[in-house]
């Protein structure tokens, strides 16, 4: 007996919720979203990944009161995944790996990490179990089948707290499959009229957040730059402002920032004091002009 190894290549719902947090990041930078093109390619109705997809979201959004129905439902939805074309799958897998290859750096795409990565790790090797004839060892199967049980009946703290934090991502992996197109332009149109107004900057932080939020080491190096430049630039126009009260604001956002960059993990908070320093630094660029 062997060892199920987890392939992140392979993992349809790993990889869809990647493209979905990518299609956020190239929204934020006002460009046609790639993502969003590949998606509608190979996870539309007519594609058997589709119907594969849809089983890793049945088993991480449904909910049951208890364990014997939980273990139940993870049967009945193998039994689903057993009847799936094994060729299609392959073939749909390596040709969808091709097209992000064609338009990202794949090796970075595939290390961002998503929230569920544990769940979704489990959810891949209990349905190679269920779709090869491998013989693997049967404490892999019961740490996994347990891992997706208790993200039916919600009984962990671990499970609490890795609950999806992008709205975006969570309200998409909702949506059904036959209104998802319509649902999906929805979406767009309202996440640009929220965040029209925000400048350059501020989109730039933002998708940085979003895009490692659990990557600390790169996420607390981009910080720790705009910081700098932060405060930098709030030192350079307060030269120019002879308000005391302003002058007294100006150095209480400058103290904030000194907090930030000391930070071991940057919280939403931080991103919005951040935000806030960029649009008070506009500002005062305007009235120094």
Do not use: W
Request: aromatic fraction near 8%; proline fraction near 1%; include cysteine.
């Amino acid at each position: 007996m062997k060892k199920i190894k987890h392939s992140k290549f392979k993992n349809t719902g790993f990889i869809f919720e990647l493209l979905v947090r990518q299609i956020t990041s190239e929204i934020m930078a006002s460009g046609k979203p790639i993502a969003e093109g590949i998606i509608k390619e190979y996870f539309n109705s007519k594609r058997e990944l589709s119907k594969e997809l849809k089983l890793y979201q049945y088993l991480i959004n449904e909910k049951y009161n208890s364990e014997a129905k939980a273990e139940k439902f993870i049967d009945t939805v193998c039994e689903a995944r057993k009847r799936l074309d094994e060729k299609k799958i392959a073939k749909e897998k390596y040709n969808l790996i091709k097209a992000i290859r064609e338009n990202y750096n794949i090796d970075g795409f595939i290390k961002s990490s998503v929230p569920n990565y544990k769940l979704l790790a489990s959810i891949y090797k209990v349905f190679e179990v269920v779709s090869t004839n491998e013989q693997y060892e049967p404490v892999e199967i019961v740490n996994s089948r347990f891992t997706i049980t208790e993200n039916i009946i919600n009984s962990s703290i671990q499970n609490r707290n890795e609950k999806m934090k992008d709205a975006v991502l969570e309200e998409y992996r909702r949506i059904d499959e036959d209104v998802r197109a319509i649902s999906y332009k929805l979406l767009i149109e309202s996440f640009n009229k929220k965040y029209k107004n925000l400048s350059v900057e501020q989109k730039g932080v933002l998708r940085e957040y979003i895009n490692n939020i659990n990557n600390t080491g790169k996420l607390n190096a981009y910080v720790s730059g705009e910081v700098q430049k932060l405060t930098e630039g709030l030192k350079g126009v307060g030269k120019g402002i002879g308000d005391k009260v302003t002058r007294i604001k100006l150095a209480e956002t400058i103290t904030n920032l000194k907090r930030i960059k000391a930070a071991k993990q940057i919280k939403e908070e931080h991103l919005s004091a951040l935000m806030l320093s960029y649009e008070l630094l506009n500002e005062l660029k305007e009235k120094t002009k």
